[in-house]
């Protein structure tokens, strides 16, 4: 998901972003010969997500920076674990320690609040998917945590896939209106999906042929009830009113999807540092 190319456009405007005409603390503390070590460490349990981002800050900066690391993407670090040694000249290490640190401690973050949704699921099938209620300009790195942390992805963008959804439905007058309309216009690569927050809505999407049925902040009971009713003949996302404590009963009725803007709109950052030695 993350190519190298785009990494590095992200880096460079964040490194322009935080470093401006320069770094006037670090400018005026180091020498070009000054060189120091630093460990990347983490002071909590977690998801670990974010090492190619965090390697191209070092690497732009200056190809003198050393950085290794113990863990990859997706691995899980416990508190007090070392996930990477960071060497080179001091005047780059340390302005390069905010920038990489905001990268891997967001991602980090994502991933771990990912794992918990997903692990709260337990042996239900469904699997637990992020929505577009992403950080503008973000949005990649976000997707990408998310995967780390094992959860599946809805659609990225606009383009990705129709999706129905209730001002949709009042702008088009109709559920199956818009529908039509889609299905005459559409490339055959791209699915439907319609939000239903009623079984007659359900039914509706049903006759239409759509792809996928999203059951909107429906009760667990009619949940079971709709996914009895739409029998495999799409798939079935539900959504609203996804926590850590509902996930698993809403799960249980026999869903495909759940998604949830928390596991990134909500994630807290994880407590990672760069310490030095």
């Known amino acids: ?28 503390l ?30 732009i900066l ?37 920038t990489a640190l905001n990268y891997v401690q967001r991602m980090s973050g994502i991933a771990t609040e990912t794992k918990k ?24 790195f976000e997707k990408y945590s998310v995967k780390m942390g094992g959860g599946a992805l809805h659609r990225f963008n606009l383009s990705d896939c129709a999706m129905i959804k ?6 088009a007058g109709s559920l199956t209106n818009a529908v039509r309309k889609l299905k005459e216009n559409l490339s055959h690569a791209h699915k439907i999906e319609v939000e239903c927050d009623t079984m007659a809505q359900v039914k509706e999407a049903l006759a239409c042929g759509v792809d996928i049925i999203m059951l909107d902040n ?28 509902t996930v698993n009963e809403i799960a249980s009725t026999g869903v495909d999807i759940i998604s949830s803007s928390a596991i990134v709109a909500k994630a807290p950052t994880l407590d990672l540092g760069l310490d030095c030695k």
């Open 62 to 98: 200056s190809s003198k920076v050393e950085v290794k690391f113990y863990f990859k993407d997706g691995d899980i670090i416990k508190k007090g674990d070392k996930i990477a040694d960071i060497q080179g000249p001091a005047r780059y290490v340390l302005m390069g320690e905010r």
């Open 30 to 59: 180091t020498n070009e010969e000054d060189t120091m070590s630093c460990e990347l460490n983490t002071r909590v349990d977690g998801v670990f997500c974010g090492k190619a981002v965090f390697e191209t800050v070092f690497r």
């Open 117 to 140: 949704y997903q692990d709260a699921i337990g042996d239900y099938p469904a699997k637990i998917v992020d929505t577009r209620k992403t950080t503008p300009g973000f949005r990649a």
């Open 166 to 171: 209730d001002n949709h439905i009042k702008f």
């Open 218 to 245: 429906m009760d667990v009971d009619r949940m079971k009830e709709c996914v009895k009713l739409i029998d495999k003949k799409a798939i079935v996302e539900a959504s609203g009113n996804v926590n850590l404590s």
């Open 1 to 28: 998901m993350l190519n190298n190319f785009f990494i590095e456009d992200h880096v460079k405007n964040a490194l322009q972003e935080d470093i401006g005409f320069g770094d006037i603390t670090t400018d005026y």
